[in-house]
């Protein structure tokens, strides 16, 4: 069964796996990202307050301040 798999060239290798990189560290994944971290947390996080709009905010305030420290993070270390 292994010799019926071929292997890549590292250089093939090398670009896939930078292809995947420049994906998975791009700005609008990583908003796209918090986006859903934001709405486990509202779910999570729904049994404490019973409130729709307290689920509300909870999304928006956990959205907004993840995606400032982001925001912040990227422009700090570039």
Do not use: N, P
């Not at 994906?23 to 019973?50: C, E, K, N, P, R």
Request: glycine share 2%; net charge positive; charged share 15%.
């Amino acid at each position: 069964m292994r010799s019926l798999y071929k292997r890549l060239k590292y250089s093939e290798l090398e670009s896939e796996l930078q292809l995947v990189e420049s994906v998975l560290s791009s700005g609008y994944f990583i908003l796209l990202d918090l986006i859903f971290v934001s709405f486990l947390l509202m779910v999570l996080t729904f049994s404490m307050h019973h409130s729709f709009f307290i689920a509300i905010v909870t999304f928006v305030s956990s959205y907004i301040i993840c995606g400032s420290v982001f925001l912040l993070l990227r422009k700090w270390l570039k």
